[in-house]
């Protein structure tokens, strides 16, 4: 199967990027070939895998048709991971292309060069539900959505699936929810516990059974440029991340059968 997930929360912090590297790294020891498009202006899925500054051009480029896609794609230090770079030119493509057409679907066309290459193509999107994260979710097939576990969490959750409605009707239909996971749970608190039942209760039946730590090795792993199972693959951090991969493929298996 060759699927565009867009990782996406207008909320900043809820562990979005790190989703987006540690479950492609997942994956990615699973025999999938994964590719990971920084599609925030902030570049912090590039800078979280350790691209060198030189190498940074790579999903502007291809969006502004100034390169092919795949050689906007440079390879990570796990084997099967693959990143599209961002650079912070990203950040005026709104402006430059404001009067062009098939300014939404630019994304879409970018990544249709090069969707047969892998099995799963996962779109880290900026944390705002500007003109970006449409350009996103008109280009995927599902969107998956990180919440943290905690107080005001489902804070611009209506405002993001309003937006997932309107673009299911004008830009891509075929666009659903990929699932709802619990990040930065905190197993010391009563708190952490009870948003997590709270969430799994107004969002039933798309939320992971996979819950995501609040962990030191998970903060630490972006500044060694790498994802957290080639920091430390025993951790927590690692680990909730492979059993996601598992529970998400599992997932996968079932929606084919």
């Known amino acids: 199967m060759n699927k565009i997930i867009a990782v996406a929360n207008q909320k900043g912090g809820v562990g979005k990027t790190t989703t987006a590297i540690n479950l492609a790294a997942s994956l ?20 979280g895998l350790g691209l060198p500054k030189e190498e940074r051009k790579g999903i502007y480029q291809a969006l502004m048709k100034k390169m092919p896609t795949l050689e906007c794609i440079r390879p990570c230090d ?18 430059e292309i404001f009067n062009e057409d098939e ?13 047969k290459l892998f099995h799963y193509i996962l779109i880290d999107c900026p944390p705002s539900l500007g003109f970006l994260t449409i350009n996103a979710m008109t280009a995927a097939d599902s969107i998956l959505i990180p919440i943290q576990t905690e107080f005001f969490c489902m804070e611009g959750m209506p405002e993001l699936l309003r937006m997932l409605d309107q673009v299911r009707a004008y830009l891509n239909p075929k666009l659903r929810i990929e699932g709802i996971l619990l990040t930065m749970y905190d197993e010391r ?5 009870q948003v997590a039942d709270e969430i799994r209760g107004s969002l039933r039946g798309v939320t992971y059974d996979s819950i995501i730590p609040r962990t030191v090795k998970l903060a630490e792993a972006p500044s060694f440029g790498k994802p957290a199972l080639l920091y430390d693959i025993k951790s927590k951090a690692a680990q909730s991340y492979l059993t996601l991969a598992e529970e998400f493929l599992n997932h996968e298996k079932t929606s084919v059968g």
Do not use: H
Not at 81 to 87: A, G
Not at 189 to 193: A, E, G, I
């Open 189 to 193: 608190t009563n708190l952490s516990k």
């Open 28 to 47: 990615a020891t699973k025999k999938r070939r994964v590719l990971i498009v920084d599609f925030d202006p902030q570049g912090m899925a590039t800078v």
């Open 78 to 95: 796990l084997e099967n991971l693959y990143i599209c770079p961002c650079s912070p030119e990203l950040s005026g493509f709104e402006a």
């Open 103 to 115: 300014r939404e679907i630019r994304l879409r066309l970018a990544l249709e060069q090069v969707r």
